[in-house]
C-alpha cells in the first residue's frame, strides 16, 4: 500500500543510527508516522524537521503498518524561523499540540489548513493573532468549537467581552455583570478581527488553552505540552 500526500512534520526521534521516525499532520490522511531513512545524515538532517512543509509518500505492506516515509521539502519553516526565538516558540507549540491531541490516521484537514496558515503566518508580525486562531480552529476541529458570535444571556452581537467556562459561549459586558470574575475574557481581536496587543494574544492563550485542557488533555489523563506553555510564558513577560 502506499500514497502521496502534503504534509506538515510534527515530530521526529532518532530510530537506529542515522533514520528517524516521523509523525506527519497530512492533508488528506491526518496525523500519520513512518520511517525515513538517513533522517539524521547530513544530506536528509534539514528535511525532517518540525514545522517544514513536505511532499510525502508514504509506502507499507499493510495499512496498518508503521511503513516508511520519503519527504521533499515544499516549504522550510523551521529554518525560517530559527533565528527568532518567540516564532520557533510557537512552531514547536503548534506542532507539539497537533501531534498530542490529534487521534492517528484520521483526516482533519481543518486542523492541516490552520496549522499551514499559521506557518505561513510566521513571516508576518500578525502571526501572535493567527496562533491563537489556529487553536481555536484545532478546537473546533476536534468538535469542541466555541460560539464568540453572539452574546448567549442577550443574543446581542455588541459589546463581547467575555466567554463562559461552562458553554463556550460569549457573553456581552452589561451580562457578565457581577459574574464577570468568574468568565474568562474574549479579546477584541477574536470578535473584531485585527491584531491583538500582547495582553490580548495572552488572554487569547488563556481562553483556548483553559478549553484544550477541559475538553482534549483531560480527557485523556494528558498534560499541556512544554512547548506551548513556554509559549505562554513569552506573553506574560
Known sequence: MEWEDEAVVLSVRRHGEH???????????????????????????GIAQPG??????????????????????????????????????????????????????????????????????????????VYVHWELALLRDL????????????????????????????????AAGPWKDKLLVLPRFLVEGGEGDAADIRHGLMLTGFFLDRHVLAAHNLAMPSARIRLVDRFRA
Not at 492533508?27 to 538532517?45: E, P
Not at 521539502?73 to 507549540?93: E, M, T, W, Y
Request: charged share 15%; proline share 4%; aromatic share 4%.
Open 19 to 45: 533514520g528517524g521516525i516521523a509523525s506527519l499532520l497530512t492533508r488528506s490522511h491526518g496525523r500519520h508516522a513512518g520511517l525515513v531513512h538517513g533522517a539524521q545524515s547530513k544530506t536528509h538532517r
Open 52 to 129: 517544514n512543509h513536505v511532499r510525502a509518500w508514504w509506502r507499507g505492506r499493510l495499512a496498518e503498518q508503521l511503513g516508511t516515509l520519503r519527504l521533499e521539502v515544499l516549504q522550510a519553516h523551521a529554518g525560517a524561523a530559527l533565528d527568532d526565538p518567540a516564532r520557533l516558540a510557537a512552531l514547536s507549540a503548534a506542532c507539539a499540540l497537533a501531534e498530542l491531541v490529534l487521534p492517528e490516521r484520521q483526516p482533519h484537514p481543518g486542523a492541516f489548513a490552520a496549522l499551514e496558515a499559521l506557518l505561513t503566518a510566521l513571516a508576518a508580525d500578525s502571526w501572535p493573532s
Open 143 to 174: 468538535g469542541f468549537g466555541l460560539d464568540l458570535s453572539v452574546c448567549a444571556a442577550t443574543g446581542q452581537t455588541s459589546d463581547l467581552g467575555f466567554v463562559s467556562p461552562k458553554t463556550g459561549r460569549a457573553v456581552s459586558r452589561v
